[in-house]
């Protein structure tokens, strides 16, 4: 990726810095809490040009440059004696508060009901047939057929988290990371329904979305 475009997204790490910040605050002294989200801008900064290139258009790319962004968090966290499954709870709850006061409830609303979307959906893996980018992720979509109850579904046969986590030596952390997919559809009003995953060694993942009118989070232990 080149620098240029991850710029548009450095107001957005620095918001999810804040909230990682407020969810370590009760295990670290505030020093060590900045040193480590320095350390691990440092490490994004270095990394910028060996995120998949997948076009600034692709409405997933922020997925991508904020796990490039907490990878160095968690090997911070990693290097201190925490454990994967503690470090991606904590990061689920910063990522939850983070989605919750970043946005406007009424915005978080629209968003939700635009991912969705069926027409969303059809756009996103007509994107992904063009095969633009080669690390692009490969898409499809899912309609529900008759007594299926989620409104819209995806499944994803390539990805570039995955293949950016493996590249820089670090797939130990992707099936972890997955689990962040379920506090930001929550934030949105959307529950998340998956069964399987390519970071679990998976064929695709199967990304199913219902909208929900009952505010809910949903983190997962």
Known sequence: MRREAAVPFFSMLRGM???VAA???GGFEEAEVRAMLARADEAFQADIPFIPEVGADNPWLKSLVGVAWLSGVWLQLEKRGWSLPRISLATQKALAAFAQSSLPAEKRSAMGAAMC???LAEKIAARSRERRFPDD???EAVLPRE???FDVGYDVFKCPVVQYLEERGLRRFAAWFCRDDY???AA???RLERTRTLADGADRCDFRLKLCEEPFTQIME
Request: aromatic fraction near 4%; avoid cysteine.
């Open 137 to 139: 992720w490969l898409v």
């Open 147 to 149: 007594g299926e109850s």
């Open 183 to 185: 506090p930001l559809h």
């Open 17 to 19: 810095a804040a909230a």
């Open 23 to 25: 969810q370590l605050a």
């Open 117 to 119: 979307s069926p027409e």
């Open 188 to 190: 949105m009003g959307v």
